[in-house]
């Protein structure tokens, strides 16, 4: 199945411009052919061409077909980016496939990167989102100063992860599937040890991803499988 993301399917019956190219310059799709398409907030829609041009393409909705939830709760990551972004792409893109429902970007004490493009990340969400036949777009946050970040309200269960020393439960024994959940990622070199301490008396738990030291885009992913299995 070709799914198409189409954010604005409930407000026009035109496919988005790249959209539009791949079924019809890629697929060679025609008028009178069907197609799945998908809002990113929770619903396919069985759609037909009515009218396909070297430009646009026009459908008509079949039917809307509403999609359960994958897994249960929020799921939110928070990191610092890598100064490779070629690993926050990844990342984004594997976090999709896996599951889980928004990501903010921290700007860290011990940050190497301090500006964010988020255009490029949300073509490889949106890609991620299609190849995995998912109903739900991921909400993708600017970058955000760790201060202000761990200050907002949140209701679910707030983990930070990080490598000082101490007695830290592991994160896939400290989930629990009836609440939201939020995890911290430190950049390369850490969260310093005020932002750590600035995290935990704002209601952070510290905890652990295992015995082995992971890169910043590895442990995120490791966060992420392990709060959508705990929430599935």
């Known amino acids: ?46 759609a037909e061409i009515a009218v396909a041009d070297n430009k646009h393409c026009l459908v008509n909705v079949l039917e809307t077909l509403p999609q359960p939830a994958l897994w249960h709760g929020h799921l939110h990551l928070a990191l610092a980016p890598t100064k490779n972004m070629d690993r926050m792409e990844w990342l984004a893109e594997k976090a999709t496939e896996i599951g889980f429902d928004e990501l903010t970007f921290l700007n860290c004490h011990y940050s190497e990167r301090r500006v964010i493009k988020l255009e490029r990340i949300e073509k490889i969400v949106v890609s991620a989102v299609k190849q995995s036949l998912k109903a739900r777009m991921p909400r993708l946050n600017e970058l955000t100063d760790f201060e202000k970040f761990i200050r907002q309200p949140f209701g679910g269960q707030k983990f930070i992860a990080h490598c000082y020393p101490g007695e830290k439960p592991l994160l896939k024994d400290s989930l629990h599937a009836d609440e939201d959940a939020l995890v911290l990622i430190g950049p390369e070199g850490d969260f310093s040890e005020e932002e750590v301490a600035l995290a935990i008396e704002n209601g952070f738990q510290p905890i652990s991803l295992g015995a082995s030291r992971l890169r910043t885009e590895t442990a995120a992913l490791v966060a992420v499988h392990l709060m959508n299995l705990a929430h599935q």
Not at 10 to 38: C, F, I, M, Q
């Open 1 to 46: 199945m070709h799914l198409f993301y189409t954010p604005d399917i409930e407000r026009s019956n035109e496919l988005p411009a790249d959209e539009a190219a791949h079924a019809l310059r890629v697929l060679r799709l025609k008028a009178g052919d069907e197609l799945t398409l998908t809002d990113g907030t929770g619903c396919f829609y069985r």
